[in-house]
């Protein structure tokens, strides 16, 4: 992102839709990383299963919270190994952790590109991309930021089980 930036802001001659070239990139580490993210989550998972039902119950056996097959929900696991979140849940987990933010900073980098370097002109006759009029360039580009804050903030029910999330107060909490 540095580099492509640097190089879209170093002349007026260069053009702007470097950056979004740039937005491309970032999309397909989004995509590697969510991939990556669904095999870290199982895991995950099973460490989480292990935590709960043999070190808790080994550090304080008064307090015996097991499940009670947990030992053949772990082995099947091992067994059969199955992704437990989907890809767009992934996708959305790290937009919000990650890649909104360097979405966002490219978004704001295109906009001030397309509009530093020609002062008199007007928006969409900057934000042409050859035979491609400004306007559409730019209804795309609003259209793709709008999916990607949909993805990223739309409320749902989470699949990722038993993971701690933080609540409005501050606490930590264990989703179920």
Same mark, same amino acid.
């Given at each position: 992102?540095?580099?492509? /930036?640097?190089? *879209?802001? $170093?002349?007026?001659?260069?053009?702007? !839709?470097?950056? &979004?070239?740039? %937005? #491309?990139?970032?999309?397909?580490?989004?995509?590697?990383?969510?991939?990556?993210?669904?095999?870290?989550?199982?895991?995950?998972?099973?460490?989480?299963?292990?935590?709960?039902?043999?070190?808790?119950?080994?550090?304080?056996?008064?307090?015996?919270?097991?499940?009670?097959?947990?030992?053949?929900?772990?082995?099947?696991?091992?067994?059969?190994?199955?992704?437990?979140?989907? /890809?767009?849940? *992934?996708? $959305?987990?790290?937009?919000?952790?990650? !890649?909104?933010? &360097?979405?966002? %900073? #490219?978004?704001?980098?295109?906009?001030?590109?397309?509009?530093?370097?020609?002062?008199?002109?007007?928006?969409?006759?900057?934000?042409?991309?050859?035979?491609?009029?400004?306007?559409?360039?730019?209804?795309?580009?609003?259209?793709?930021?709008?999916?990607?804050?949909?993805?990223?903030?739309?409320?749902?029910?989470?699949?990722?089980?038993?993971?701690?999330?933080?609540?409005?107060?501050?606490?930590?909490?264990?989703?179920?």
């Amino acid at each position: 992102m540095a580099a492509i /930036l640097t190089w *879209a802001f $170093s002349s007026p001659d260069n053009p702007h !839709y470097i950056v &979004l070239v740039g %937005v #491309l990139a970032v999309d397909m580490f989004l995509l590697i990383e969510a991939r990556r993210y669904r095999d870290y989550d199982v895991y995950r998972a099973r460490v989480r299963l292990l935590q709960q039902n043999f070190l808790a119950t080994t550090l304080d056996p008064s307090q015996r919270d097991e499940h009670s097959d947990w030992r053949a929900e772990l082995s099947d696991d091992y067994r059969r190994p199955t992704l437990k979140i989907t /890809l767009l849940e *992934a996708i $959305s987990n790290r937009l919000r952790r990650i !890649y909104f933010a &360097l979405l966002t %900073v #490219l978004c704001l980098a295109w906009l001030f590109r397309v509009t530093a370097f020609a002062p008199g002109e007007n928006f969409p006759d900057t934000a042409a991309i050859a035979s491609a009029p400004g306007a559409v360039v730019a209804g795309i580009v609003g259209t793709f930021y709008v999916g990607v804050l949909v993805l990223a903030f739309w409320p749902r029910e989470r699949e990722a089980k038993e993971e701690f999330r933080e609540t409005e107060a501050g606490d930590w909490k264990e989703s179920e």
